[in-house]
């Protein structure tokens, strides 16, 4: 949809129109009249995992898989949401539907087939995702977002996304929830950020002992309240990468890469404005959100 014409959806008089302007463009696969505002949001992540799905298709093995290693969030999104219902889908039960990965996804059978936590557990533990290290939601949230982060890191060009990221999502944890990483989680971490950093008794320790890759997504955060504008920082970094990487010579899956990283960004921006229509105030949250993520 690109940043202008999400500006545009972001100032609609509301949730109708901002879905009429969704239905008619390249999220109109999956918005309908009469969604919600988190429906609508959800439509347009599946609207991106479609074209990830798509664009796995022609890529060789290798490329498939670093795609499958940066789409782990919608699997981690299923669980999440299995857990927080504590039921598995498909049965009848309220709740959105599980993202269709296809050959995306990580674990087979897919998750939505499982309906306890324990289940959850024994399934990540014998795919890539690893043994979260207890069956409870905090480890198995927290086991995955390392796990991911790890295996992102490994894909050419995204080792400062994957750790950036990482980096924030450990914030988040210790400094704004206030729950410590479980032991798998903090081993899993540790390969990313460095264990002097995740044992940092303090948010300023922990930001001013990370390693270079992860550096950059807290430089000049001086208290934890200030996340969310690193967060939009991350994602404007994203995207000055990725269309580097979409302009990239040779024949190797930068472009690629490069194409899944732009559709996510894009994605995130779309929901933003989504959010920011809903709530019928004009484009004054959404410009500062986009705003915060461009400051030097």
Do not use: C
Request: no cysteine; net charge positive; charged share 20%.
């Amino acid at each position: 949809m690109g940043p202008a014409s999400a500006r545009v959806l972001a100032g609609s008089p509301g949730l109708d129109a901002a879905i009429g302007m969704l239905a008619s463009g390249p999220y109109g696969r999956e918005v309908r009249p009469g969604q919600d505002a988190q429906s609508v949001q959800d439509a347009v992540s599946r609207t991106a995992l479609w074209h990830l799905r798509i664009l796995a298709g022609w890529l060789p093995r290798d490329g498939v898989e670093q795609l499958r290693a940066l789409a782990g969030w919608f699997e981690i999104r299923n669980v999440e949401r299995m857990l927080r219902r504590g039921r598995g889908y498909g049965r009848g039960h309220d709740g959105p539907a599980p993202f269709r990965l296809g050959s995306l996804a990580v674990v087979r059978p897919p998750l939505s087939a499982t309906f306890t936590v324990d289940q959850v557990r024994a399934a990540l533990a014998s795919s890539a995702w690893g043994d979260p290290g207890a069956a409870t939601a905090r480890a198995i949230g927290q086991g995955m977002r390392a796990t991911w982060a790890v295996r992102a890191a490994a894909v050419p060009a995204a080792e400062p996304w994957a750790a950036g990221g990482l980096a924030l999502t450990v914030a988040r944890e210790r400094w704004l929830t206030g729950r410590p990483l479980t032991e798998a989680a903090h081993t899993r971490a540790a390969g990313l950020l460095g264990r002097r950093a995740l044992d940092a008794a303090s948010f300023a320790g922990f930001v001013a002992a990370l390693p270079a890759p992860a550096a950059w997504a807290l430089a000049d955060v001086r208290e934890p309240d200030a996340l969310w504008r690193a967060e939009a920082g991350w994602w404007a970094r994203v995207d000055r990468d990725a269309h580097g990487l979409l302009h990239a010579a040779g024949f190797d899956g930068r472009p690629a890469i490069g194409a899944a990283a732009a559709l996510a960004v894009d994605a995130w921006r779309v929901r933003a404005a989504v959010a920011a229509a809903t709530d019928g105030a004009g484009t004054g949250r959404y410009d500062a959100m986009m705003d915060a993520g461009h400051q030097e």
